[in-house]
């Protein structure tokens, strides 16, 4: 039997339950700006999530609580105008909706029509079924993410491993098989134990990509400050570094300085 891979010109939600069914891992990065979401694109990722993370690694916030729905359209848009191959993923952002599914469908049809994204991602199972349901009815492509789930930090008050407990564990399982019954083409599922994680995966047919999550599921997402080094002060277990870019571009910075204040540069090859 070949174990050549099948060769995508485009990623689509259906690539991706192929992928799964072909056991070919799914990778996924996080992306907030063109330049970087041409380099991910180009070097083959499968898909590029546009998170709500832009409120830590872009704005700066503590939590992914602040950022708007104008400022996430503003992200994703940056990102499509730069994708070929890649699906993109839009969050949609804390606010925008939970309080009730009519505003949860105008809020993910702004994302599809302003930014041109190709679906969107929300956080929880039950509680938000009524929205769910809503986007998927009007033909929005619709991720799931369960687990820790960054929006509710409040109401968890820490970002340690989720559903540790059996009773989490449960409703966790409840929510992935629903949230596939209603239509989800796949889920994130964030900082659980790795058992749970495959039990998870194994049990639907849809895509698990997961984040700290093991590597029983059917594929990894991280954020891509991270995993490049550019950010330096956040280090939980899961994360590998591929660069040191924090260290990098430090230098580099340096460098620079130094040879403005030391008439360096310019040369006389690099002027008019
Ligand atoms: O916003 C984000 O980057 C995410 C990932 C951590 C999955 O939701």
Known sequence: MSTAKKEYKRITVKSLTEMKRNNEKISMLTAYDYTMARIIDNAGVDVILVGDSASNVMAGHETTLPITLDQMIYHASSVLRAVERSLVVVDLPFGSYQSDP???????IRIMKE???????????????????????????????????????????????????????????????????????????????????????????????????????????????????????????????????????????????????????PNDKEQY
């Not at 009519?102 to 993910?108: C, D, H, P, V, Y």
């Not at 950010?231 to 990098?248: A, I, K």
């Open 102 to 108: 009519k505003e949860a469908l105008r809020s993910a």
């Open 115 to 265: 930014s041109g994204g190709h679906s969107v991602k929300l956080e929880g199972g039950s509680e938000v079924k009524d929205s769910i349901k809503r986007i998927l009815h009007a033909g929005i492509p619709v991720m799931g993410h369960l687990g820790l789930t960054p929006q509710s930090i409040y109401k968890f008050g820490t970002y340690t491993v989720r559903a540790k407990e059996k009773a989490e564990a449960e409703k966790l399982k409840e929510d992935a098989l629903a949230l596939q019954r209603w239509g989800c083409f796949a889920i994130v599922l964030e900082k659980v134990p790795a058992a749970l994680a495959q039990e998870v995966a194994d049990s639907l047919t849809i895509p698990v990509i997961g984040i700290g999550a093991g590597s029983g599921v059917d594929g990894q997402v991280l954020v891509s400050h991270d995993m490049f080094g550019m950010t330096h002060e956040f280090n939980p277990r899961f994360l590998r570094r591929y660069l040191n870019l924090y260290e990098e571009m430090g230098n580099a910075v340096g460098q620079y300085v130094k040879d403005v204040k030391d008439v360096d540069f």
